[in-house]
């Protein structure tokens, strides 16, 4: 099975900062990667796939790059309402795996 | 617009079975690509996925939960059936139902009904 890691699991930002997640996974997934964000009490909500194609409505500042087994999802200017929670999920097989989420809190 | 909710029980005990409906609308599970899933998220922890069933009656399974899920549909109710036997107190958590679409974005979640949470206790 392919396993997911994430980094930092936990990041303290200040509203403009720019923030960068990692996500990694243990053997190469192409570009088979999605981006998830998540808020207390809520469902998932789809961001990114394929690594760096941003979802129907999502707003620019979020961007994800990477592709193999090193990925990143970057806020250029963090908002209010980006403080969540985000996941990183493989889909190089139809077994998805998520990784442990990286919790985005304010400074 | 694709909507999903989840129906069950809120408690179940422990060895016992749990059968979950998830009710849809907005898209056909007769569609060409179109598959509906299951993910768990257990209090404070990271999502795991469970199930997927597609348009085709394909049926894919989480590896380590294999020999415990079950999912089914009824396309004249649209309508997925996921069942788990032999409940333990660990199996507590949020269960999401999903819609992907092997056509648009591949086999991933792209929309999520608000979640059930099921505790598993005696």
């Known amino acids: 099975d392919i396993q997911m890691t994430q980094s930092p699991s936990t990041l303290s930002a200040s509203v403009g900062e720019r923030v960068t997640l990692t996500c990694r996974a243990s053997?190469?997934?192409?570009?088979?990667l999605a981006w998830y964000q998540q808020k207390p009490g809520k469902a998932p909500k789809l961001l990114i796939h394929?690594?760096?194609t941003l979802d129907t409505g999502v707003p620019s500042r979020f961007s994800g790059s990477g592709s193999g087994t090193e990925f990143t999802l970057t806020i250029s200017s963090l908002q209010p309402d980006d403080f969540a929670t985000y996941y990183c999920?493989?889909?190089?097989?139809?077994?998805?795996?998520f990784g442990p989420g990286t919790k985005v809190d304010i400074k | 617009q694709i909507t999903l909710k989840e129906s069950g029980p809120t408690l179940v005990k422990p060895t016992q079975t749990l059968t979950l409906t998830c009710s849809f609308s907005?898209?056909?599970?007769?569609?060409?690509?179109?598959?509906v899933g299951w993910i768990r998220q257990p209090p404070g922890k990271a999502l795991e996925w469970l199930a997927v069933?597609?348009?085709?009656?394909?049926?894919r399974y989480s590896p380590p939960l294999k020999s415990r899920l079950t999912i089914t549909k009824d396309n004249s109710r649209n309508q997925v059936v996921l069942t788990m036997t032999n409940m333990d107190p660990l199996d507590t958590a949020t269960y999401y139902c999903?819609?992907?679409?092997?056509?648009?974005?591949?086999?991933?979640?792209?929309?999520w009904g608000q979640g059930t949470l099921v505790t598993v206790s005696s």
């Open positions: 394929k690594a760096s």
């Open positions: 999920q493989q889909y190089n097989s139809y077994s998805l795996t």
């Open positions: 999903t819609h992907s679409s092997l056509v648009d974005r591949g086999p991933i979640p792209d929309s």
């Open positions: 053997q190469s997934i192409g570009t088979w």
């Open positions: 069933i597609y348009w085709n009656d394909d049926k």
């Open positions: 907005g898209f056909s599970l007769t569609t060409s690509g179109v598959g």
